[in-house]
């Protein structure tokens, strides 16, 4: 398990995502460099300073969100509505509100909404090296896009051994022994439909308290090891449609060879389920006993549907046993 390191630069965020929220720098752009880095990190906003030791110089600032100058974000978002506030202060107040905003070192300040950039704030911004970017796009949408993008980059990044596919909609993680199937298991429920997302070496990363998502490293996207067919091109041989760039993880499969005994011991009713903890995140987790004669494509698309009703609130097993205890008193009561 490896601790996130990722970090970008305020020209790697335009550079990666100025088209699309159509951002521009129109001031400060000397510190075009200047880092946006995880949370609770020690880490300088300089890209210069990065070696220099400093006392103090660790920070807890959350990444992005709208102005705030008593918990500062590295990103502050000003809309129309933030501006409109800014406008309204007698000039020393302003200036005073100014000079905290800057004191606390923001990566960058992005002016939304559509809405033009003071002059004051350009002149500050020049004065600071503080990056000065404008877009059109509304505050809400911003901040939710950049959240979502920094999220994942920053997040802890873990990799498990199996097969990660999307199966009846949900993310379905398939583990077991090397040598036990999961290649041609993951093959036969492609040819049913199904789509694969990484083999071998999926990564996740937890993008909020519940949610888990998967997704293939590059080096080995589209591709899957068959024992005896050697590495195939899945979205060669299927189509793009047979490809998912990511899924979030909602059940692990394991597969096991249990012999007799084994498989007497599970229970009837509910079968094998139990937690697994995945990056401080429950996720149910299921063994299906492998034997010859079983089919396990089958199995583990039911397992699918399965859990889903279970998401949804519905157990099988618990409405089995309310029908049978109602059987139990309706005789009793004859």
Same mark, same amino acid.
């Given at each position: ?35 946006? !880095?995880?949370?609770? @990190? ?10 220099? /030791? ?9 990444? !992005?969100?709208?102005?705030?100058? #008593? ?28 000079? $905290? ?61 199996? !097969? ?66 050697? #590495? ?28 007799? $005994? ?9 079968? /094998? ?7 401080? @995140? ?25 859990? /889903? ?26």
């Amino acid at each position: 398990m490896t601790e996130a390191a990722n970090r970008i630069t305020v020209d790697q965020l335009l550079l990666q995502h100025g088209d699309r929220l159509e951002l521009t720098c129109v001031a400060g752009k000397s510190g075009i460099n200047r880092l946006i !880095v995880p949370e609770k @990190t020690g880490a300088p906003a300089d890209l210069e300073a990065e070696t220099m /030791s400093r006392e103090g110089a660790t920070t807890e600032k959350s990444v !992005v969100g709208y102005l705030n100058l #008593i918990h500062p974000h590295q990103i502050q978002i000003i809309g129309g509505v933030e501006l409109k506030y800014i406008d309204s202060l007698r000039d020393i107040t302003r200036h005073d509100a100014i000079k $905290q905003l800057f004191q606390h070192e923001p990566a960058c300040i992005i002016i939304s909404d559509n809405q033009r950039a003071p002059a004051f704030l350009k002149r500050k911004c020049n004065e600071y090296n503080v990056p000065l970017i404008l877009t059109p796009v509304a505050s809400t949408k911003l901040t939710e896009s950049l959240h979502y993008y920094l999220a994942t980059l920053f997040a802890e990044i873990i990799t498990i051994h199996g !097969v990660f596919m999307e199966i009846m909609a949900i993310g379905v993680l398939i583990t077991g022994p090397s040598g036990i199937g999961k290649s041609e298991l993951a093959l036969e429920l492609i040819t049913r439909g199904h789509r694969l997302v990484a083999d071998d070496a999926p990564q996740f990363s937890r993008l909020a308290p519940e949610i888990i998502n998967g997704t293939c490293p590059d080096a080995l996207r589209d591709f899957l090891e068959v024992r005896g067919l050697g #590495i195939i091109n899945i979205r060669r041989l299927y189509g793009n449609t047979a490809i998912k760039n990511n899924k979030y993880l909602r059940l692990i499969v394991r597969l096991e060879p249990l012999d007799k $005994q084994q498989m007497i011991s599970i229970d009837r009713l509910e079968g /094998s389920y139990r937690a697994k903890i995945i990056l401080d @995140t429950e996720i149910p987790e299921i063994t299906i006993p492998v034997a010859p004669g079983r089919n396990l494509a089958v199995l583990l698309e039911c397992a699918a549907r399965n859990h /889903s009703l279970r998401m949804s609130g519905y157990n099988a097993s618990t409405e089995f046993i309310n029908n049978q205890q109602q059987i139990i008193e309706q005789s009793s009561g004859g």
